[in-house]
Structures are given as structure tokens and as C-alpha cells.
Nanobody, 117 residues
Framework: QVQLVESGGGLMQAGGSLRLSCAAS????????MGWYRQAPGKQRELVAA???????NYADSVKGRFTISRDNAKNTVYLQMNSLKPEDTAVYYC???????????WGQGTQVTVSS
């Protein structure tokens, strides 16, 4: 079992920056891929960024060049550095991990990010 706790969300003006953190606990040795999804009101949940155990990264086109995902395995934590924030980035951001043994996905409770114009 893996437990995820997100932090770092809040209110920011357009053009500002925030850094989200997600700390994992439990069976962290089995974590492979970590990432972030987001869901805006009335919209579908979408993948924002992901990072594999080998540090390969992938980003949604809408955030590419503005957001950076990273991980610190010693701290069992994944980060999302969000720069040049836009009002369209307003959403609840959910941390997500996939474990290789057993194959399983886990979700955090979400952290609200609100970007004002």
C-alpha cells in the first residue's frame, strides 16, 4: 500500500509560480512512475506530467515549457514546479503513482491551484 499527501497548492496571479509536492509513504520501494493529473470544474481529469523510475518525463502540450516534474527518491517525493501560470491552469491537482509489485495505481487527495487573471 502507498499513501500520498500533496501540498503546495494555493492562489497565485497569472505569471506567477507554485511548486507542488507529493510525499509517498508505505510500500514506496515498489514505486515506478509518479505523476500529476488535474481536474478543472466541469472538465475531465487530464494528465499533466509524469516521470518514470528511469527519470524519463512526459508533459501535456498545454504545460510543456512551463511546468517541470522531478522526483527525490530518498525523500519518496515527486514535485511539480509550475511557472508562468495561467488562469487555465486552475484545477485540483492530484498526485499519482504506479507500483510494479503489485501492479497498482494510487491517488492523492488533491490540492487546489487557483490562478487569477
Amino acid at each position: 500500500q502507498v499513501q500520498l499527501v500533496e501540498s503546495g497548492g494555493g492562489l497565485m496571479q497569472a505569471g506567477g509560480s507554485l511548486r507542488l509536492s507529493c510525499a509517498a509513504s508505505g510500500s514506496t520501494f515498489s514505486i515506478d512512475t509518479m505523476g500529476w493529473y488535474r481536474q478543472a470544474p466541469g472538465k475531465q481529469r487530464e494528465l499533466v506530467a509524469a516521470i518514470t523510475g528511469g527519470r524519463t518525463t512526459n508533459y501535456a502540450d498545454s504545460v510543456k515549457g512551463r511546468f517541470t516534474i522531478s522526483r527525490d527518491n530518498a525523500k519518496n517525493t515527486v514535485y511539480l514546479q509550475m511557472n508562468s501560470l495561467k488562469p487555465e491552469d486552475t484545477a485540483v491537482y492530484y498526485c499519482w503513482v504506479w507500483t510494479f509489485s503489485p501492479g497498482q495505481t494510487y491517488w492523492g487527495q488533491g490540492t487546489q491551484v487557483t490562478v487569477s487573471s
